[in-house]
């Protein structure tokens, strides 16, 4: 299962951005998504996550100003971000974790990344 992510860029502070990642493959089905973010030489931290039912939980430093949202149809998560401030300034990765299917029919686990894409935020 691949992950394509997309939507990062350069924007001032205050200013909003969204980014989508879209997942491919051979999928049955897909439980949680999420994004996630990293500062070099920092650990990958939990931005948003959302389940296949809508069950969401944010970091609280993005709580009330991050939107996650999915479409379940489009095996796509998206992230709103609103009132941006420099320090969510980094690399945000998507991640996808359910079931795909192999040729002969079975099921087996999955825990995909996307490529990360680059957020800046200046002031």
């Known amino acids: 299962v691949q992950l394509q992510a997309s939507g990062g860029g350069l924007v001032q502070a205050g200013g909003s951005l969204r980014l989508s990642c879209a997942a491919s493959?051979?999928?049955?089905?897909?439980?949680?998504m999420g994004w996630y973010r990293q500062a070099p030489g920092k650990q990958r931290a939990l931005v948003a996550v959302?389940?296949?039912?809508?069950?969401?939980n944010y970091a609280d430093s993005v709580e009330g100003r991050f939107t996650i949202s999915r479409d379940n149809a489009k095996n796509t998560v998206y992230l709103q971000m609103n009132s941006l401030k420099r320090e969510d300034t980094d690399v945000y990765y998507c991640?996808?974790?359910?079931?795909?299917?192999?040729?002969?029919?079975?099921?087996?686990?999955?825990?995909?990344w996307g490529q990360g894409t680059q957020v800046t935020v200046s002031s």
């Open positions: 991640k996808a974790e359910g079931l795909q299917s192999d040729y002969y029919g079975d099921y087996s686990p999955f825990a995909s």
């Open positions: 493959g051979s999928i049955f089905s897909i439980n949680d």
């Open positions: 959302i389940s296949s039912g809508g069950s969401t």
